[in-house]
């Protein structure tokens, strides 16, 4: 480090400061866009397995359970040996493995909300089951749906970091925080501080949407306010 570069520079002489910036970006991008699509997925599974039940709860139930079978980890790491290593292959793949934990989640929760009496009021009155599922019962999910959310995005960012770090996820000269912690391992005695800076940055934007994440669900489920 010194006044040029306040965070030093790597063995090619960029800027370490200004390539963990840019890396934050990117992979807060896979963390974000890949929960997005957790979440689209793992709500409707969920609400389509929790609302009508029998076949469609017993063969969505089964998919889901399917997914959970493989590590995830390792589907991943198979995917982009298969089908190469691009930032949009890496979002899709994190989104569409993330998704079983997020529809079991819905799932439960409109299990219950349907017996409600509003419910079938709104069946009586003629509403199809589309209306009644977008309009009465996910609106309902939305403080759970999004604490969760906020929680997949602080997992999907280890995920690709551990990617990153096995050179499986962006690749270089992209920076993202798992391969700045590669391109710093072999010089880890000599410069600790490139192994140590994005590292720091990983451990403290996870831990921040952790507690965000649990801090939103104590806000906005009224099951819990009732309890503290």
């Known amino acids: 480090p010194s006044t040029a570069f306040p965070l030093g520079a790597d063995a090619f002489g960029r800027d370490t400061f200004s390539r963990l910036l840019y890396a934050g970006r990117v992979s807060l991008s896979v963390g974000v866009l890949s929960m997005a699509i957790t979440v689209v997925v793992g709500v409707l599974v969920g609400s389509l397995a929790g609302f009508y039940g029998g076949w469609t709860d017993r063969i969505l139930m089964r998919l889901t359970d399917l997914v959970l079978v493989f590590p995830t980890f390792f589907l991943l790491i198979l995917a982009v040996a298969t089908f190469g290593r691009s930032i949009a292959l890496l979002i899709v793949m994190i989104g569409v493995t993330s998704w079983p934990t997020n529809a079991r989640v819905v799932r439960a929760q409109i299990m219950q909300l349907r017996q409600h009496d509003y419910v079938t009021a709104s069946r009586l009155s003629g509403a199809t089951d589309g209306w009644i599922i977008a309009r009465h019962l996910i609106p309902q999910l939305?403080?759970?749906?999004?604490?969760?959310?906020?929680?997949?995005v602080a997992n999907n960012i280890l995920v690709e970091s551990g990617l990153s770090y096995l050179g499986l996820g962006v690749q270089p000269p992209t920076p993202t925080w798992g391969n700045m912690v590669t391109d710093g391992a072999g010089v880890i005695r000599q410069a600790w501080w490139l192994v140590g800076i994005p590292g720091a940055a990983i451990f403290l934007v996870v831990l921040a949407f952790n507690l965000f994440g649990e801090g939103l669900r104590d806000v906005l489920d009224p099951r819990r306010r009732s309890r503290r």
């Open 142 to 152: 939305i403080p759970i749906v999004i604490a969760s959310a906020t929680i997949r």
